[in-house]
C-alpha cells in the first residue's frame, strides 16, 4: 500500500535526505513548522516505513578508493539455489558496495569500489570471478556522477 504524503511530507523528506542528521526542531523551521509538528511527521514518516534510517555518506576517493566499476554480471545457470549462493558470496566481498537483481541483458548489477584499476582487477579477477555461477561479465567504470535533488 503506498502512503498518502502531501507536499510538507515530501519537502521533510527532501530535507532529511540531503542532511540525515537534523533535528526535527531544525527541519521545522526550514518548512515553516513547529518543532512537535515536524516531529510528529517524521515520527509518522518512519511508523509508516518512508523513513527507513539515515545513512552517512562517505567520500570513497578522499578515503583512498578512487575507482567505482559497474559490473554487469550473467549467471551460467539460474537456479533459484545458484541466485542464493551467488548473492550470499558477492554479498560478502567486502569491495562490492551494492547488489542488484536485474532484468536484461545481466542478473545482476554490482557496485564496485577500489584503490586504483590495479586493485579493481585483483578483485575481479580473484574474488568475483571465482564465484560459484558466473559466466559473463561487463565492466562500466564510473568517470562522474551526479547526485538528484529531493527525495527519491
Do not use: C, H
Amino acid at each position: 500500500m503506498t502512503l498518502a504524503l502531501d507536499d510538507i511530507d515530501w519537502k521533510i523528506l527532501a530535507a532529511l535526505q540531503a542532511d540525515g542528521r537534523q533535528s526535527a526542531g531544525a527541519v521545522g523551521r526550514k518548512l515553516g513548522l513547529s518543532q512537535p509538528a515536524a516531529w510528529r511527521r517524521i515520527k509518522r514518516l518512519t511508523e509508516a516505513g518512508a523513513i527507513s534510517g539515515r545513512r552517512l555518506r562517505l567520500d570513497a576517493e578522499k578515503l583512498g578508493f578512487g575507482v567505482t566499476v559497474f559490473l554487469g554480471v550473467k549467471l551460467a545457470t539460474k537456479a533459484l539455489v545458484s541466485l542464493e549462493v551467488f548473492e550470499r558470496a558477492v554479498s560478502a566481498i567486502p569491495e562490492v558496495q551494492s547488489v542488484e537483481y536485474v532484468l536484461g541483458l545481466y542478473d545482476y548489477r554490482l557496485r564496485v569500489t577500489a584503490r586504483d584499476l590495479a586493485d579493481f582487477e585483483r578483485v575481479l579477477r580473484r574474488r568475483v570471478m571465482a564465484l560459484p555461477g558466473v559466466g559473463n561479465v561487463e565492466a562500466n567504470v564510473l568517470l562522474t556522477e551526479e547526485r538528484r535533488p529531493g527525495p527519491l
